[in-house]
Every structure is written in structure tokens, then in C-alpha cells.
T-cell receptor, first 110, second 115 residues
Framework: QKEVEQDPGPLSVPEGAIVSLNCTYS??????FMWYRQYSRKGPELLMYTYSSGNKEDGRFTAQVDKSSKYISLFIRDSQPSDSATYLC??????????FGTGTRLLVSP | SQTIHQWPATLVQPVGSPLSLECTVE??????LYWYRQAAGRGLQLLFYSVGIGQISSEVPQNLSASRPQDRQFILSSKKLLLSDSGFYLC??????????????FGPGTRLTVL
């Protein structure tokens, strides 16, 4: 079993839809959770990070962590074609290391 | 502000040839530096990380090596490339002063094709 599971997609939605991207994990020691956005042939860029459980909002993006269920989500409101990218979740199991999901490819059609 | 550079952006090399990929970071001192490889459908694999000049930790036994000759320079090398070395190579940095979070920031990547 992988430490972090993420549906590879692709997830196709129309412009304006609410998007929900999710990751599950198995290591209860994870404390910090990140979402990265990666456009095709580019490096990942940090989108959101959260510590422990709860919600964090930044513009159209909301990151949610449920440590009891070992489940994290990224919600995108009013999705735009420019949101089309691969979204990677990442989490911290300890010093120096991040464990990444394989990424979910999102396609937002105009 | 901090920026991270990688070059070359793309590289096509024959099997058995040497490799040198370079990463430099600007706007920060004594960063932690990382090399990752990203293969399709397999996520990001940490290859090496460094907490200071000359200090390299290897995560995966392989055909590659890393060096950090200067504070903000990180180099990924191979003496003889294999077909399986093809992939997208990403360099990342983290501020050592950030308590707690291991938030890392990535460079633009190098796409390596070994033929």
C-alpha cells in the first residue's frame, strides 16, 4: 500500500464548476500537508499548505484536512480553464522529506 | 525574492554518456536543496538532498550522484546514463529557518531523454 493515494484522473469539469481533489494517506505521523499545481512540462508550484486538521482558504482555493480519517482535500470554486493542470498533494512524515501523491490531472473546459 | 534555476531545460543523451544537470538558487542563504525525478504516473521520487556544502544524502541507490560545490549550487551527475534514467528532473529548495513545515519550492525542471 502506498503511503499517499491520489486518483490520477483526468477529472473533466465545465468552467465555473466546483472541483474537489482528494488524497488519502496511511501514516498518522503526517502533520503538514501541501498542495502543488503543476502545468505541463513545468515544475510544481506551491498552492496551499496546512498544518494539522481544519480548513484553510485562499481566494478560490480551500484546503481541508481530516486527520481522523487520514484524508485531505483541495476545493476550487468557480473553476477556470487556467486551472487545468495536475494537482499534487504532499505531506511531511519527518525531517527533510515530503511524500507526494502521484497527482490528479484536472481539465476545465470553457 | 528567491528564484531557482535549472539547466538545461531539455536534454537528449545516448546510453552510456555522462550527465551533468545544474541547479542554482538566488535570494537565500544556506538553503536545503533537493533533487527529484518525476516519471509519468509515479509521482515525485526524492533522489538526493543536501543541508550544506559538501553534505549529500542519497535516498535511492542508483546510477546517479549529486554534489554541492557552493552554497546555492546543486549538481546531479552520472558517469554512464541508462535508458531508465530518462525522466523529468526537478530541483527544489527549502529555507532551513522555517520551523516545522517542510515546504519546498521547485525549479522549472530538466527533461532528460536517454536513447
Amino acid at each position: 500500500q502506498k503511503e499517499v493515494e491520489q486518483d490520477p484522473g483526468p477529472l473533466s469539469v465545465p468552467e465555473g464548476a466546483i472541483v474537489s481533489l482528494n488524497c488519502t494517506y496511511s501514516n498518522s505521523a503526517f502533520q503538514y500537508f501541501m498542495w502543488y499545481r503543476q502545468y505541463s512540462r513545468k515544475g510544481p508550484e506551491l498552492l496551499m499548505y496546512t498544518y494539522s486538521s481544519g480548513n484553510k482558504e485562499d481566494g478560490r482555493f480551500t484546503a481541508q484536512v481530516d486527520k481522523s480519517s487520514k484524508y485531505i482535500s483541495l476545493f476550487i470554486r468557480d473553476s477556470q480553464p487556467s486551472d487545468s493542470a495536475t494537482y499534487l498533494c504532499a505531506m511531511n512524515p519527518g525531517f527533510q522529506k515530503l511524500v507526494f501523491g502521484t497527482g490528479t490531472r484536472l481539465l476545465v473546459s470553457p | 525574492s528567491q528564484t531557482i534555476h535549472q539547466w538545461p531545460a531539455t536534454l537528449v543523451q545516448p546510453v552510456g554518456s555522462p550527465l551533468s544537470l545544474e541547479c542554482t538558487v538566488e535570494g537565500t542563504s544556506n538553503p536545503n536543496l533537493y533533487w527529484y525525478r518525476q516519471a509519468a504516473g509515479r509521482g515525485l521520487q526524492l533522489l538526493f538532498y543536501s543541508v550544506g556544502i559538501g553534505q549529500i544524502s542519497s535516498e535511492v541507490p542508483q546510477n546517479l550522484s549529486a554534489s554541492r560545490p557552493q552554497d546555492r549550487q546543486f549538481i546531479l551527475s552520472s558517469k554512464k546514463l541508462l535508458l531508465s534514467d530518462s525522466g523529468f528532473y526537478l530541483c527544489a529548495w527549502k529555507s532551513p529557518g522555517e520551523a516545522g513545515t517542510d515546504t519546498q519550492y521547485f525549479g522549472p525542471g530538466t527533461r532528460l531523454t536517454v536513447l
